[in-house]
């Protein structure tokens, strides 16, 4: 029986900890892994600020989140956590392979330039939706997901930041992803369409 608590950002307000959850694509990554193994987990939401529960600076002194905690073994950081998952309880089945591992990791980074820049025609437009299009183009060359049949690590890090730049870029920026690149919507849908993305998009 697995003994695992997820330590995720709350939503504004809500206190700490809390059980309303916050905005995070990285703690959502955890999740959707914890789900696709079928582990059950408990999940912990904790303000964002200089006032978190001291009993959590005690286990996570830098006060960053995601945080999974094992048993007595508290892991920070999402890739961290994907790594202690796949070692003890996946057996290395959600590992990317390693001709796959480089695919769509533009997107985020210039979502947030973009997105820091305030300016909805800055050139990270084009950039942007460059990468989005060289996504949707190897989805249908090797998809659903990145690296085929199977969602992988991978598929759980990205798809969360693809939601998140979506919903954000929407709102500030007016700008919504091309309807056009079919393949990345079908992408969204599968990781998001039940606790095993597998099993509905195979």
Sequence with gaps: ???????????????????????????????????????????????????????????????LMPVLRGGETWIQDSDKIAEYLDKHYAGNTLKTPVEFRDV???????????????????????????????????????GPYIAGERPTDSDFALAPKLRHARVALAHFMDFRFPQ???????YMNCVYSGVSPYRRCR
């Design 1 to 63: 029986m697995s003994d695992l608590e997820v330590f995720g950002k709350a939503a504004p307000g809500t206190g700490s900890p809390s059980k309303e959850r916050g905005d995070c694509p990285f703690t959502q990554r955890v999740f959707l892994e914890l789900e696709e193994l079928g582990l059950p987990y408990t999940a912990t939401y904790i303000q964002e600020g200089p006032n978190k529960p001291h009993w959590f600076m005690v286990k996570n002194p830098s006060g």
């Design 104 to 142: 769509g990791d533009k997107i985020f980074p210039i979502f947030t330039k973009w997105l820091q820049s305030k300016d909805p025609g800055s050139p990270c437009r084009d950039e942007f939706v460059e990468e989005l299009v060289g996504f949707d183009r190897h989805l249908q060359n090797h």
């Design 180 to 186: 056009e690149l079919g393949a990345v919507q079908n």
